[in-house]
């Protein structure tokens, strides 16, 4: 089963995952032409280039930022993001990780 240590790195990873979404700007779309069979450029992955590029393009990277959140609104008995952090437990883990972000 899942401790409250797990639930606390489930939720954080997921809270994170929320705001590399919320930080993607859209990009304007571009039309492409079509070559001269009538096809539309077709894109053929390689798996060459540095480990970066294997998995296509980076829309940003999780840290424990929302951990520190979180511990802050805690603290200042706000309501956090998720209603799991109100656990005392689950609030301990979220105060140790935030203090190794820090």
Known sequence: GLNERDLT???GAI??????????KPEEEVE???????????FIPSSFGSR?????????TMNGSVFVSVASDIKKKKKPIADVFTNDKVGE?????ASKEK
């Open 9 to 11: 790195l489930v939720y």
């Open 52 to 60: 970066s590029q294997i998995y296509g393009k980076r829309l940003g």
């Open 93 to 97: 883990w979220v105060t140790y990780y």
């Open 32 to 42: 492409e032409e079509e070559n001269e069979m009538g096809d539309k450029e077709i």
């Open 15 to 24: 809270a994170s995952m929320e705001q590399v979404v919320d930080d993607i």
